[in-house]
């Protein structure tokens, strides 16, 4: 091996940068709401133009990194021409480590994650990826870190997850969020506090037009389950409706608006779905789908049959 080589692989390594078969692993100083930040990304190798990011934030505190590994998200990202970027994010120690301080993502969490992105874009060779959309999948806490991101960059959201959590530092999202297509997930055995905040959450930004689904997962409690199974039903759906082809991706690509009267309506006490052009009227809030696909999936979720 050349010495140049060598100076080269010693600089990557000291970096945090080291590249093995797509394969980038990088870090952030501790910031004002987070003691840990460290990121991994993957992405195939023979993929030319990073359409996007999956975004991969696991439970309370926990290293997420190795999600990345995981063959049906390999699979999935794939399939849509994306990157996968696992997170690990800690808190400093408090008395209430329940309460996630690196979720509130306005405080610098988020920041760090639009930070550790554009390094990626050039450690990567891929400066496409600086500006590329996200869709944030996360459970408990991660949910929570989705919930606060969307509301505080929604135009960089495809579409996000909140998935069991119990902690939210905003309520009413704003508007612009609203507009993002979301999942909010609990399990029939989880915590109360959880399932109550959650349906809260759902339930007063869905009055506001918010384009979500609330899916009640039967049996379940604070596990993952089958929501991964439904999310990636319908982040398939969502992405060629809310983005450009690969071959018009630009770094001032702006994600395509859903209107809601295209949409499908799901009601959970009945378990039924229908178009949004139906105009049936409820006296409670209903959810909203982006096609067909999530729907028929969504029934199935929320029966507990296989879909």
Known sequence: MKPITIVFLIILFISGQFIQAGIINDSIPAGKNFERATFRLWFPDDLKVICGVVVLVPGSNSDGRGQVADTIWQTFAKKHGFALLGCCYTDYKTSDMFIERYANVSKGSGQALVEIVKRFSI?????????AP?????????????????CWNPQRVIAFVVNKGG???????PKETRSVPCILFTGEKDLDARKDIIKGLFSM??????????????????????????????????????????????SNQQLKSLNESDGFIGDHKSQTISSFSEGKK?????????G???????VAFICKKPF
């Open 292 to 298: 067909r696909n999530t729907a028929e999936a969504w």
């Open 282 to 290: 409820y006296d409670y809030p209903v959810s909203w789908f982006p």
């Open 167 to 173: 902690i939210y530092y905003t309520a009413l999202a």
């Open 134 to 150: 996200f869709l944030l999948w996360g459970h408990s806490a991660g949910g929570q870190f989705n919930y606060e991101f969307a």
């Open 205 to 250: 930004n869905r009055r506001a037009d918010a384009l979500w689904i609330y899916a009640p997962e039967p049996e379940a409690g604070h596990e993952i389950g089958q929501t991964k199974k439904l999310a990636i039903v319908f982040f398939d759906e969502v992405i060629p409706l809310r983005m450009s082809n690969s071959s018009e991706l630009n």
């Open 123 to 131: 450690s990567s060779g891929h400066s496409e990826l600086e500006a």
